[in-house]
């Protein structure tokens, strides 16, 4: 087998190593931890023998092992549980949310990426001159604030003030065509992007930059090719699988940014389901809602590291 | 004008960020004048900071990060090309003059294969056809002894070893047919016999294509054999100017003499006497690999005297190092040592053995803390093994700094401020400070410019003259092994092919490795390049 | 020692956060939660910044919510580094099966996003401000772990580490009179980058509800509290915008510089 084929391989058996661990680590977490979840649910008057039937019906005193094998068989199967609070069956309620936040995030990486990776060219090709100081010095105050805060301040200047966009995506309908959908999210997806832009472009532009200081571009600036030609056919291919790393790294960022802005927004995802049911705790909505994110975050890491050994000539073209 | 190269009174500027202080403009190149003919070769020479790679690059109109050329002209055929704006520069750039780089491995494009970035340029400046460009790399490809010229330029750069792509470096400068190669340190990062062959191939291909070139290393021996001039520099100025035989046989200045007499240490070598380290049978890999990097070696060493261990990179010799101070448990073999056996492994070392036995290392700078002072450094295995404090421990740090030739003054430094010939005797002193009986010397000159390595030596044949230690003295260097040397054990691929001592060693007749290594090493005169291999052709001849 | 001009504006601006949140009860007008006016009342000579949604005076308010912000973020930095730097220099210098125990572990506890392993954690468990300051000072130490380990290896490869084992120094004088005093610049620099992330983090679970509980006053909360009044056009809720903000930018600067000073000394050798 070539060493490629071997190395994707291990990868990926290690994604889902990784994955059936953090698995283990969610569940431990919910359940070895002190907190009791009978107990929250019903509140500290409850009476002992209330406490009991509800443990015994939440399966609470049987082994852990087999609680966990009975979730992890369950989770294989499409089978999330019961939410704790509502009764409802967690797969069907987090169907359609689960959908409403990859419209989100699909539509801040649509716009985010391309940015991203625009502006962090032209931060190089200005380097130290003003685009590279004011790409920089934006970057820095939109790192420098809470994804929420970012949120408000476009709801409060954008929405309310200048009225350029609804305020909350509280009348967001999936049904609805995709303008109105659209409509609905402009504000939310900007900020997505703002948060997502500032160290996606930071990234870029250094992972451009040490390109650009190796030796065969200065080889090549030596055989006196016009600067495009270094750019494009010696820097750029040299530059895809760092790119590409900080775009996937960038992204798993989105899913943390997601969960903040739905409830900024009021906006009917996954994000607000988890940050609901984490209150009120539901522990097994948690859960299910945990694994996803978590899922989706070790998928794209994974897919970052298949890229850049893909781009690898080192390792496409053994010796 | 005939010259094809005139450099006007060059000056060449960069600024420099030191911490804690405010930026500042220096002058690396102060003022240069000269000028090349047409097909001539001019060697450039000088210790590290002499400018001589900085007016390499000049000669393209090129400062490297953020040099700077800050005054005089340089004219290439008739143009002053510091005045020719970027579009004349690109022009000239890869077609009337090409680059070959010290380090080929970091100079190609690893994405890319060896025949496209090799015809690049020919291609860009439109100098021929596709076909006719990679017909003339494959030319070029088998005259400079490239193994496979027709499918060569079909590999990336990482699937061709280092002498390779130096070659193929050459290829690449020389096929769009330029007038002028900048040939910057191009055999330095490659072993010795690997460096005869290049060389030899670069010079050929510059006798047949009838280039001129600036040839720019800090070896004279190996510039004295490609250059007809030779320019020495120090610290951004001309020294001296002359024909190669000139420069060789009739230096006119101080430090183009010491330049040309350096390594001609006189040192008789001493009898051998009941050892002091024996290494025996010592079989040795690292760990998760499965190749002996050591095999079944086994040398010993008298007290007082100097054992060098000579090879090229990847002949063992470090690990042979790393394995006598414990640091490679072996996996076959003893060491004794001082009349004992010492344990294989670091940690079962007693105190004792770790005091006996010092090092120094190649590089000073990493081999010292730098949030340390050379009190603190020097005074710290006085502590460790002595128990000296105070005043006392101060007294013989200085006593130590006098004995390296440093005197007053230093104690309270740090290793940032000293230079590196100074660092280097800090380690000495740090050594020394154990009252050792064996120190290990790891290449312990090789980063540091001729006179100050030969400073180094005179220091540490000095010591040991006075302090009875034993060097094993691990080098890839025979100039540097016949300076000091008691008794030489050549090695080569894990394995001690010829030991003895020095008189014998060196003396033939020789088996073919260490032939091979001998004859290899540049001597300081003109034509050795030229006896060598015309001497090599006739024993292959003969065979 | 120069001082640039940013540094010394970002080092005068965290100073003064510092003050401010140390001797808040001296520096409020008001209580922290005396109701002492009307709803979202505007900015006026008795209520500098107006007041809060249930009436209270918002200068105070964001007084008090910065002690408890700064507070946080304070202690769980202090968790998180000692916590990441011991366990990653204790990485880099055994090595071995130590090393690659707590790298995998670690690598298993980075996987998942911190936001997401905080909110797992925080459905279980109570949540008061030791706790808080336990779980986000545990979880952050995974980067502290990271970066401390990675400096330590570099370091530990050096000659002059290898001198010191040869010599036969013990773990002891290796780590905190060899490695330490060359690891402590970028771990400094990013002690100001883990604290902003701090600020950041207790200000998002406060405003999610799962971090500072009212009615004790913390920036994010007062974000929280307040964000009704935004569809109205009332900006109470973006006051902690601009503190947190110009923490952070401060910090950074100062942090920036640190960093910049350190690779200087490393370029400038020699």
Sequence with gaps: MSPIVTLLAQRISLGLLLLFLVSILIFVGTIILPGDVAQSILGQSATPEALANLRRDLGLNDPPLTRYIDWATGVLHGDLGTALTSGQDIAESLGSRFRNTLFLAFWAAIIAVPLAVFLGLLAVRYRDRWPDKLISAVTLASISLPEFLIGYLLMFFLGVKLRLFPSTAIGYRADADVFTRLEAIALPVAVLTLVVLAHMMRMTRAAILNVMQSAYIETAELKGLTTFRVIWKHAFPNSIAPIVNVVMLNLAYLVVGVVVVEVVFVYPGMGQYLVDHVSKRDVPVVQACGLIFAAVYIGLNMLADVISILANPRLRHPK | ?543 | MRIPIAALIGLILTTCYFVVAIFAPLLAPYGMAEVVGGVWEPSSEQFLLGTDNIGRDLLSRMIYGGRTTIFIATAATILSFTTGAVLGFSAAVLGGWPDQLLSRFIDLLMSIPTLIFALVVLSVMPVTVPMLILVMGLLDSTRVFRLARAVAVDINVMDYVEAAKLRGEGYRWIIFREILPNALSPLVAEMGLRFIFMVLFVSTLSFLGLGVQPPQADWGGIVKENADGIVYGIGAALYPAVAIATLAISVNLVADWILNRTTSLKGGRG
Excluded at chain 2, 108 to 136: D, I, W, Y
Excluded at chain 2, 168 to 183: R, Y
Excluded at chain 2, 199 to 211: E, M, P, Q
Excluded at chain 2, 245 to 273: G, M, N, W
């Design chain 2, 1 to 543: 004008m005939s010259d094809l190269l005139e450099m006007k009174n060059l000056k060449i500027g960069a600024t420099v960020y030191p911490p804690d202080e405010a930026p500042h403009d220096i002058e690396i190149v102060k003022g240069v004048s000269f000028a090349l003919e047409k097909g001539k070769v001019l060697g450039l020479i000088g210790e590290s900071g002499a400018g001589k790679s900085t007016i390499g690059l000049a000669s393209m109109g090129y400062g490297r990060g953020g040099v700077e050329i800050t005054g005089g002209e340089v004219w290439i055929n008739g143009r002053d090309v510091l005045k020719g704006g970027m579009k004349g520069l690109r022009a000239l750039r890869g077609a009337e003059v090409t680059y070959v780089a010290q380090s080929a491995a970091a100079a190609f494009n690893p994405a890319r294969k060896l025949m496209e970035q090799v015809t690049e340029s020919t291609l860009q400046h439109g100098r021929c056809s596709r076909p006719e460009a990679e017909a003339r790399a494959v030319e070029l490809f088998a005259k400079l002894g490239l193994p496979n010229p027709e499918t060569f330029g079909n590999r990336y750069p990482h699937q061709v070893s280092g002498g390779q792509l130096q070659r193929a470096m050459t290829a690449m400068a020389l096929c769009p047919q330029p007038d002028l190669v900048v040939f910057d340190e191009p055999t330095t990062a490659l072993d010795v016999t690997t460096q005869i062959d290049v060389l030899a191939a670069i010079k050929d291909a510059i006798r047949d294509t009838g280039v001129a070139a600036l040839y720019i290393t800090h070896d004279l021996a190996v510039v004295a054999q490609v250059s007809d001039h030779i320019m020495v520099l120090r610290h951004g100025e001309k020294v001296e100017y002359g024909t190669a035989e000139q420069i060789i046989t009739a230096p006119r200045e101080d430090y183009t003499r010491a330049l040309v007499s350096v390594r001609q240490i006189d040192h008789p070598e001493k009898a051998p006497a009941e050892p002091v380290l024996t290494a025996s049978n010592i079989t040795a890999r690292y760990a998760g690999t499965a190749f002996d990097v050591l095999k079944d070696v086994s040398v010993a060493l008298s007290p007082g005297q100097t054992l060098a261990v000579v090879g090229e990179s990847g002949s063992g010799k470090s690990t042979l190092a790393r394995v006598i101070t414990g640091l490679l448990p072996p996996s076959e073999g003893a060491i004794d040592f001082a009349g004992r056996t010492l344990s294989p492994a670091l940690a079962g070392r007693s105190r004792e053995d770790l005091r006996e036995l010092q090092m120094i290392y190649q590089m000073a700078d990493v081999a010292m803390n730098p949030r340390q002072t050379v009190g603190t450094i020097i005074g710290r295995p006085l502590e460790f093994y002595f128990g000296m404090t105070g005043k006392k421990k101060r007294d013989r740090v200085q006593e130590l700094l006098d004995q390296i030739e440093m005197g007053e003054g230093f104690i309270d430094r740090y290793p940032a401020e000293l230079s590196g010939g100074q660092k280097q005797r800090v380690c000495i002193a740090r050594a020394l400070a154990a009252d050792p009986k064996l120190i290990i010397c790891d290449e312990v000159t090789s980063a540091l410019d001729p006179l100050v390595a030969d400073g180094i030596l005179k220091l540490l044949l000095d010591l040991q003259k006075k302090q009875n230690v034993a060097y094993l003295f691990i080098t890839h260097d025979l100039a540097t092994v016949r300076a000091i040397a008691d008794s030489i054990a050549v090695m080569y691929q894990g394995k001690v092919v010829r030991y003895g001592p020095k008189s014998e060693v060196l003396a033939p007749p020789f088996d073919d490795y260490t032939d091979l290594l001998l004859s290899s090493v540049p001597e300081m005169k003109l034509g050795w390049l030229e006896d060598v291999l015309a001497h090599r052709k006739m024993e292959s001849a003969g065979h």
